[in-house]
């Protein structure tokens, strides 16, 4: 079944790094779109960062950009965040999505596939 899970996440101080990995299963990884999302308590999920099927384009969130980078594996058919220079604002649960379409400058698309998440805490 289609599915997609990532890892990586974890609690760092201010300023800290982290590198989150979502790996996708069954499914032509290499047609779809890649995102990253966050939702915080109590707040909306947010469109982090997005990258197209071959990896040529992509788009970060400006709230991140300048310290997050998206990219993809698509030999291995994982997606990779790296985040740099966290802030206690980057606390929430981060999700990896895919869709079949996207207009990556605005993070629009049929986001779906949902993975389950990974937790990440950054502390002042």
């Known amino acids: 079944q289609v599915q997609l899970m990532e890892s990586g996440g974890g609690s760092v101080q201010a300023g800290g790094s982290l590198r989150l990995s979502c790996a996708a299963f069954?499914?032509?990884?290499?047609?779809?779109?890649m995102g990253w999302f966050r939702q915080a308590p109590g707040k909306g999920r947010e469109g982090v960062a997005g990258?197209?099927?071959?990896?040529?384009?992509?788009y970060v969130a400006d709230s991140v950009k300048g310290r997050f980078t998206i990219s993809r594996d698509n030999d291995k058919a994982i997606l990779y965040l790296q985040m740099n220079n966290l802030k206690p604002e980057d606390t929430a649960m981060y999700y990896c999505?895919?869709?079949?379409?996207?207009?990556?400058?605005?993070?629009?698309?049929?986001?779906?596939?949902w993975g389950q998440g990974t937790q990440v805490t950054v502390s002042s």
């Open positions: 999505a895919r869709s079949p379409w996207c207009n990556i400058g605005s993070m629009q698309g049929n986001w779906g596939a």
């Open positions: 069954e499914f032509s990884y290499t047609l779809y779109c």
């Open positions: 990258i197209t099927p071959s990896g040529a384009t992509t």
